[in-house]
């Protein structure tokens, strides 16, 4: 899950890194009260609170001189859409006069299966195009997550991106919090870019943090994320995610419904493969009941793009008779095959569920392989 | 206590000690699955076949760290895996065991169903499997591509490997080297999402190209430059081991003849 801005500076704060002070106005809310009752004096920056990166370039920073403008600029970003997206929040922050611009970064380096300290002097753009533009300047340090990040990593890094003497050891205050805070909500990236250096210390202009979706239930203080703010699904991959379901949209017809994240990829390879284009990707995991399979084709019925619908299930912890139900009764209580439907069940319990479909006049093909090319062919 | 003649116990010192036990095969729930894998470690066991799925990356990362320093002779399988399989003689797993058949092709693969899916397609052309392993789909997990095709490589019962990679992640790149320099048996590899949209997770938490790195393309162009036979079309997995198996055979006989 994404953080915003305001609550990752938030936590940054909570571990004792000095952020620029700032107030935080909610739609509705009254811009120049708040302003005035946080004490902020100009020159401002008024930031728009939304999850895309490339907010900056997108027009959702602006600086203010005085707060009258400020209250201007709080009013005209909240109807204006960052990539498609406009903010519930916008955040008014002191704007900070800097030397220089830095860039500091945690991830996990998944094939080292350690943290990874990334920084270089050259923030203010994305990592992607330092790495492109100066890929000498990137630091990069391996962290031993059983023994964490010392003083000294974040001195050898700190030197190396050009610091010494009292920013240096601020530098090194900073990497510590951003590491704790990284290991404490279990991140999939705690970044800050910019992070100025102000005389003889460094502030974090902008920081960014990615929590790791499956770690959500440690950390309920984070609350949740309505996926229209995450700026990273369609309407109907919002909607199916709603529902329970893994779903990712793509351009072609074939609707694809399978269980297994490998299978269901080869299924859309197999789509391709034989001349067709996938609709969609639709994994039903493992051990999907009747109802989640219900669920899955009803989806696609309603989906515009999928004009055809392949079931590709091979039964390991999901049994195909669990399968066949399901969509036996997706069909009856849908009024019967919307759009045309080609099974393939294999696997467990498969002969149970290949009757089951029979009863009800549909036959199931044993091999993805021709169940592919027939739905292929088949006229829409 | 007992529940269908198998005893049950509460920890795993216990189920140990008094029946010796040497393999955990793990299903508890995510928040609890990595407390497990420690708790089996901690009692000896050098197995650990992890079936969950959702465990939080931070935390495998340090279960296999401690594993890695602690018990350097544990092996662990997945999470988010179907386990492992030797047709014929056991399971440790949830793959259904009437598509494999015993053979001389070892298996390897980040998917299950798509396991199930290659075991298919040789069984159904009278190619027997020795063994077949599903490492999982999570970004951090226990065996990877390069050490079960290690494994293998020195099995005396495998004769050809089948490495079943996916979108994401660098082990199959790491699998590559390792295959260039050290595997003389015929390797051959299929890699899913050939089709998958860049930027978007498909699935699996590993499952993910990020900043054009981990597409299927760089993993087939590694593999093939490492000798390995690449096979693009999902459809003809078990038809192009086939084929290939039987041509290295005719060459090895007529190597032979001449030799006589």
């Known amino acids: 899950m994404k953080l915003f801005e305001f609550e990752a500076k938030n936590l940054l704060k909570k571990y004792g890194v000095e952020v620029p002070p700032s107030v935080l106005i909610a739609k509705g809310e009254d811009a120049r009260k708040k302003i005035e009752e946080a004490g902020l004096e100009p020159p401002l920056v008024v930031k728009s609170q939304v999850l895309v990166a490339g907010r900056g370039k997108a027009g959702g920073i602006k600086k203010a001189d005085s707060i009258d403008e400020a209250v201007k600029l709080v009013e005209e970003l909240f109807e204006k859409p960052i990539k498609g997206l406009k903010p519930s929040y916008i955040l008014v922050e002191k704007a900070i006069e800097h030397e220089a611009e830095l860039y500091a970064a945690i991830i996990i380096d998944r094939s080292e299966r350690k943290p990874l300290v990334l920084a270089s002097r050259y923030g203010g753009m994305d990592i992607e195009e330092i790495a492109k533009e100066k890929p000498e300047s990137i630091i990069r340090l391996h962290i031993d997550p059983q023994v964490g990040l010392r003083g000294y990593h974040a001195r050898i890094i700190g030197k190396k991106i050009g610091l010494s003497g009292k920013a240096l050891r601020s530098f090194s205050n900073f990497l510590s919090a951003l590491y704790k805070v990284f290991m404490d909500y279990d991140g999939d990236l705690a970044e800050s870019n910019p992070l100025a250096l102000v005389g003889d210390k460094v502030i974090p202009l902008d920081a960014r943090i990615i929590v790791d979706d499956n770690a959500l239930y440690k950390h309920p203080e984070l609350g949740e994320r309505k996926l229209e703010e995450t700026g990273e699904y369609t309407e109907w991959e919002i909607k199916a995610r709603s529902q329970g379901l893994t779903f990712v949209e793509l351009d072609g017809d074939v609707g694809i419904i399978s269980n297994g994240a490998g299978l269901t990829m080869t299924t859309m390879d197999l789509v391709y493969e034989f001349g067709g284009r996938p609709s969609n990707f639709l994994d039903l995991g493992g051990g999907a009941d009747a109802e989640l399979v219900k669920k899955a084709i009803r989806f696609l019925f309603e989906f515009p793009k999928a004009k055809k619908i392949f079931i590709n299930i091979f039964g390991g912890i999901t049994r195909c008779d669990e399968v066949a139900?399901?969509?036996?009764?997706?069909?009856?209580?849908?009024?019967?095959?919307?759009?045309?439907?080609?099974?393939?069940?294999?696997?467990?319990?498969?002969?149970?569920?290949?009757?089951?479909?029979?009863?009800?006049?549909?036959e199931a093909y044993t091999d993805a392989i021709e169940a592919a090319k027939t739905v292929v062919k088949l006229q829409a | 206590m007992e529940v269908d003649g198998i005893p049950v116990f509460n920890t795993v010192r216990e189920a140990?000690?008094?029946?010796?036990?040497?393999?955990?095969?793990?299903?508890v729930p995510a928040p609890f699955a990595p407390d497990a894998i420690v708790e089996a470690l901690d009692n000896g066991i050098e197995l650990i076949v992890c079936i969950t799925e959702g465990i939080p990356v931070k935390d495998m990362m340090m279960v296999k760290d401690y594993m890695v320093k602690t018990y350097p002779n544990a092996k662990l399988v997945g999470p988010n895996c179907p386990g492992v399989i030797t047709p014929g003689e056991a399971k440790v797993g949830i793959m259904p065991g009437h598509v494999f058949k015993r053979g001389k092709i070892g298996i390897v693969s980040?998917?299950?169903?798509?396991?199930?899916?290659?075991?298919?397609?040789?069984?159904?052309?009278?190619?027997?499997?020795?063994?077949?392993?599903?490492?999982?789909?999570?970004?951090?997990?226990g065996l990877t591509h390069k050490d079960v095709i290690e494994m293998f490589n020195k099995d005396p019962e495998t004769e050809a490997i089948l490495m079943i990679g996916e979108i994401g992640g660098t082990e199959e790149e790491e699998a590559a080297e390792y295959i260039e320099s050290e595997v003389d048996k015929p390797v051959f590899a299929y890699i899913a999402g050939i089709t998958a949209p860049p930027g978007k997770r498909m699935g699996h938490a590993g499952a993910i190209i990020t900043g054009g790195k981990g597409t299927a393309q760089a993993k087939m162009k590694a593999l093939e430059k490492a000798g390995a036979y690449v096979i693009e079309n999902p459809a003809k997995i078990g038809e192009t081991v086939a084929k290939i198996l039987k041509a290295l055979e005719l060459e090895e006989e007529e190597r032979t003849y001449e030799a006589e």
């Open chain 2, 16 to 27: 140990v000690e008094e029946t010796g036990a040497n393999c955990s095969l793990i299903f």
């Open chain 2, 110 to 141: 980040r998917s299950g169903t798509l396991t199930y899916e290659a075991a298919y397609q040789l069984t159904r052309l009278e190619l027997g499997q020795s063994t077949a392993v599903g490492i999982g789909g999570d970004p951090v997990h």
């Open chain 1, 325 to 362: 139900k399901g969509l036996v009764q997706a069909l009856e209580e849908l009024g019967g095959m919307k759009k045309p439907i080609i099974v393939r069940l294999t696997g467990t319990n498969e002969e149970e569920g290949r009757r089951i479909l029979k009863e009800h006049g549909i």
